[in-house]
């Protein structure tokens, strides 16, 4: 059985090989602790694989804007964006909202 150390490696290492320019540099700055914890924590106990998923996937908003979002799931007619938010972020604005409140 793998395990998730090894398959997350492996996850990583096969996207980047894929990628090139700014998708490869938002996948090697943009994979950060957050993202992780959520692979690991959520994904992988819930799926066991990364089949299908896509880290830094790049898409366009609205307005015809590029961005990255954290994941991408694109399994056959379903597709999914996953965003995950960092504590650092919760905390900003959890602790605005309050002062705000105040």
């Known amino acids: 059985m793998v395990t998730y ?6 996850f990583i290492q096969y996207h980047l090989d894929e990628r090139a320019g ?4 938002r996948l090697e700055r943009g994979h950060g602790h957050a993202e ?6 959520v994904w992988w106990p819930l799926c066991g694989d990364f ?3 896509h880290p830094e996937y790049e898409v366009m908003d ?11 799931w694109l399994s056959g ?10 504590l650092h972020l919760m905390l900003e604005t959890w602790i605005g909202k309050n002062i705000a409140m105040n």
């Not at 700014?22 to 540099?25: A, D, F, N």
């Not at 992780?36 to 924590?41: D, P, Q, T």
């Open 22 to 25: 700014e998708r490869r540099g």
């Open 62 to 72: 609205w307005r015809g804007r590029s961005y990255f979002a954290d994941f991408a």
């Open 77 to 86: 007619t379903v597709k999914l964006i996953i965003e995950i938010k960092g």
């Open 51 to 53: 089949r299908n998923l």
């Open 5 to 10: 150390e090894e398959a997350h490696r492996t």
């Open 36 to 41: 992780s914890k959520f692979l690991r924590n």
